[in-house]
């Protein structure tokens, strides 16, 4: 990973490479070290060695090293700052900062009747489904949430993807009758912009038993009329209300 990328940085070892160290005396790598200041004021030195350092051009030297995940485990901003000596005890000292999210984002899926707006995982007809989404460091990235048949302990084959490339909570509309009855999960994917992802699931349950009303319109122009008839696919279906 480079350090002064402006971005976040994922919890995990630091591997960190400075270049164009240079001076008219040798360095050698027991003149080396970096110490970083992190959130709360957390302080940590650490000296170098010879095997840190290469003299790739003559007179200039690259040094590598890698900061443990353990003193920058978490989240806010740290400065590293390097110090560089030669045989004759001239200093030389560079800053850089970064970003380090140490927390996974969040998500959340519920399901509502659109015109009871109450909270189900029976659907049938028009419903609401709210995607909650957010990462209290980097960000969300993209949100991706996708409808597979059968549960989440038993996932098949996916129906279709109903969200993506999405960062903000979402109200998706669904309508039931777009699929066959049965069992089906909705799964929720959030990835925030350190790269670190979570999944949440939520089984459902699709039950058309009442099918949609089968609507024909005549219009009689001789007495300015207009007949509405329906019939229904199902004997025992009755009507509710005309809109």
């Known amino acids: 990973v480079a350090v002064g990328d402006a971005s976040y940085i994922s919890p995990g070892d630091l591997s960190v490479t400075v270049n164009g160290i240079s001076d008219e005396f040798p360095i050698e790598g027991t003149n080396l070290s970096y110490s970083i200041y992190g959130p709360n004021q957390k302080y940590v030195a650490m000296s170098l060695t010879d095997s840190n350092i290469y003299e790739y051009e003559t007179g200039k030297y690259r040094a590598t090293f890698t900061i443990p995940q353990s003193e920058i485990s978490q989240s806010g901003t ?8 030669d045989n004759v005890s001239n200093v030389g000292q560079i800053c850089q900062s970064f970003l380090i999210d140490a927390d ?68 998706l509309d669904f309508n039931s009758y ?64 005309i809109q």
């Open 104 to 171: 996974c984002p969040t998500g959340s899926i519920s399901v509502s009747n659109a015109q009871t707006a109450m909270e189900t995982d029976k659907l049938e007809g028009m419903n609401k489904i709210a995607v909650n989404v957010n990462d209290a460091h980097s960000g969300v990235e993209n949100s991706i949430l996708e409808l597979y048949n059968g549960t989440m302990q038993e996932p098949g084959i996916k129906a279709a993807t109903l969200l993506t490339n999405s960062s903000i909570p979402k109200l």
């Open 178 to 241: 777009d699929y066959a009855d049965g069992n089906y999960t909705l799964k929720l994917t959030v990835i925030d912009k350190a790269g670190q992802t979570v999944t949440a699931w939520k089984d459902i349950t699709i039950d058309n038993r009442i099918a949609k009303p089968i609507i024909g319109v005549s219009i009689s122009s001789g007495n300015s009329s207009l007949n509405v008839q329906w019939s229904y696919q199902e004997e025992m279906s009755e009507l509710d209300y």
């Open 78 to 85: 740290y400065s590293l700052f390097f110090r560089a000596a």
